[in-house]
Antibody
């Protein structure tokens, strides 16, 4: 069965960096685009980034503004989100999610989600 | 960016009754080349990640009970639960995937009356 397990969250000071990981199993990781979606405490869902199945294409939300970088390592079946210059407003649960399409046929909706990892930006 | 607006923000429905949630996009999410509406619905129960219910505005995801249905086209969409069950208590979100950035509605909280 499809499993997505995020890790790497924690408490970090404003301006510092953090790297999140998402370990995937139960499907051919290298055949699916993967997304990051976040949810601030008590708030709604906010899309963050997508990386294509082969890592060659990436798109980001406007608020990322060059601070975040999504990448993947298919040899490890793992998706990453490198977050720099963190701000208090980046405090959220970060989910990784699988794209609903296959290979180059992206769909941009999310058919499987991980349980999420909490990032708290606070001094 | 496409703004997604859901109504109502919260809803209380009796068990066995119909629940209807609306979603309006700031521009059409109907792609003319394939005549598909790029609109999905998710259910999020407390303490859990979201779960995909509907995509292409009306296609039910595998394993989703048939009491859930989606309808609409262009800019106006509806998620209907035909006969509310206790396990349907959740927050529901619509999402457009017509263009980047992908955007969600603010969510509709569904409770039992």
């Amino acid at each position: 069965q499809v499993q997505l397990v995020e890790s790497g969250g924690g408490v970090v000071q404003p301006g510092r960096s953090l790297r999140l990981s998402c370990a995937a199993s139960g499907f051919t990781f290298s055949s699916y685009a993967m997304h990051w979606v976040r949810q601030a405490p008590g708030k709604g869902l906010e899309w963050v980034a997508v990386t294509s199945y082969d890592g060659s294409n990436k798109y980001y939300a406007n608020f990322v503004k060059g601070r975040f970088t999504s990448s993947r390592d298919s040899s490890k079946n793992t998706l990453y989100l490198e977050m720099n210059s963190l701000r208090a407003e980046d405090t959220a649960v970060y989910y990784c999610a699988r794209d609903g399409g296959y290979s180059s046929s992206w769909r941009y909706f999310f058919d499987y989600w991980g349980q999420g990892t909490l990032v708290t930006v606070s001094s | 960016d496409i703004v997604m607006t859901q109504s109502p923000d919260s809803l209380a429905v009796s068990l066995g009754e119909r629940a209807t949630i609306n979603c309006k996009s700031s521009q059409s999410v109907l792609f003319s080349s394939d005549n598909k509406n790029y609109l999905a619905w998710y259910q999020q129960k407390p303490g859990q990640p979201p779960n995909l219910l509907i995509y292409w505005a009306s296609a039910r995801e595998s394993g989703v009970p048939d009491r859930f249905s989606g309808s609409g086209s262009g800019t106006d969409f509806t998620l209907t639960i035909s006969s509310l069950q206790a396990e349907d208590v959740a927050v529901y979100y619509c999402q457009q995937y017509y263009s980047i950035p992908l955007t969600f509605g603010q969510g509709t909280r569904l409770e039992i009356k």
